[in-house]
């Protein structure tokens, strides 16, 4: 019999959900609520849904007091949305990072933009927040084509340090084993942020 994942109900909403489906929440020795991403800290959980909507709603209404009965440090929702968007960008480099020791990361437009045109097996574009609009534009044409998922999250700064290089406005994910956990994370990330359904 396949194993059975166990529920955990969301603060904000109250919608019933796998564990792994839900954000979830610790304390700390010090009483700090902190973010569990990995779903791997001791202690008990506390759990919203995966965006920012059921988070600031558990919040404003002081969920986290409740189901860890007493006073919880660090759980205004400001902080806890800044803390948990943080948190998700960094999962997401960091396999980037991986990817690229690797040897599955291309880096620089034109080397990006030719291997969209030859056909080779590009999963994840990253493009720059701050690459001019029409290079960036153009890069995001060639990377649609293709059928690869395109990325506007860091900065050229952010991308180049990643990899260990200067300034990059533009890097490539192909096909790996990396690229399946990796959309995995970017979906979590945008539907945290956009306020995605429950």
Known sequence: MPKVEPQRSCLGCGVVKDKSELLRFVLAPDRTLVPDLKGKLPGRGAYTCINKTCLQSAAARKQFARTFKGEVKDAAADHLLLQVSTLFAERILAYLALANKAGKVISGSDMVMDACKKGHQVGIV????????????????????????????????????????????????QGSGFIKVMQQEIRKYRNFADGGVC
């Open 126 to 173: 990253f493009v720059a927040t701050d690459i001019s609009v029409d290079i960036g534009q153009k890069v995001l044409d060639y990377a649609r084509q293709c059928g690869a998922e395109c990325v506007t999250l860091f900065d050229k700064d952010r991308l180049g340090a990643v990899l260990g290089k200067g300034l990059r406005s533009v890097a490539a994910v």
